[in-house]
């Protein structure tokens, strides 16, 4: 047992530690709620139901959030190929499309 703890201990020394800003820095869920109840952004859902039904054909994959830039970007899939729509998060108009 006291190779299996030695080994252990020798693994985590080498691993790196996550620095302070890693470890507070809120998650993309939680940055887009932030914005959503302060007034800043439209909610994902509202997103969603204008763009959605503007691609037939395409499958929806899903959200992603950037707080930064307050942009959803939204990943679709079409016949292998991968393409995502960038939506400004305060008005809910598309900026651009990109595959």
């Known amino acids: 047992m006291n190779r299996l703890t030695a ?6 020394a080498v691993l790196p530690a996550a620095s302070p800003a890693q470890q507070q820095r809120p998650s993309e869920q939680n940055e ?8 800043n952004v439209r909610s994902l859902r509202d997103i969603e139901r204008r763009v959605l039904p503007t691609k037939p054909g395409m499958q929806y994959l899903g959200p992603e959030y950037d ?7 939204l990943k679709f899939i079409r016949d292998g190929r991968v393409v995502f729509v960038d939506v400004d998060a305060r008005t809910g108009q598309v900026m651009g499309e990109s595959r």
């Open 67 to 73: 707080p930064s830039a307050m942009v959803y970007r």
């Open 7 to 12: 080994l252990i201990a020798a693994t985590l």
């Open 32 to 39: 887009a709620r932030r914005d959503l109840r302060a007034g």
